[in-house]
């Protein structure tokens, strides 16, 4: 079993890149142990970060970026995962 953590942020406007290269950095220099960590985009320069653990580890969420890469506080969210479906 594992446990998914997400982490979103709505970047301030033109910061998208930014905060991208600080949630990669961020994540870079958190502590071992993950299973798998991706990176995504969307518009209204939004970063989402997955992060998969297994369930007994201390799952460790990105901290908040400064204040100037954003324009509101950051969405996190912890998941359990029930099921992989293979195709």
Excluded: C, I
């Excluded at 446990?3 to 961020?26: D, I, K, N, Q, S």
């Excluded at 991706?38 to 369930?55: D, I, M, N």
């Excluded at 201390?58 to 995962?81: I, K, N, Q």
């Amino acid at each position: 079993m594992t446990v998914t953590l997400m982490w979103e942020a709505a970047g301030a406007p033109g910061r998208g890149p930014e905060l991208l290269a600080w949630a990669r950095e961020a994540a870079a220099a958190g502590p071992p142990g993950y299973l798998r960590r991706e990176f995504f985009t969307a518009p209204g320069y939004r970063v989402l970060v997955l992060t998969w653990w297994p369930a007994r580890s201390a799952a460790v969420e990105l901290p908040a970026p400064p204040a100037e890469l954003v324009r509101r506080d950051v969405h996190r969210w912890r998941f359990t995962s029930v099921e992989v479906a293979e195709p």
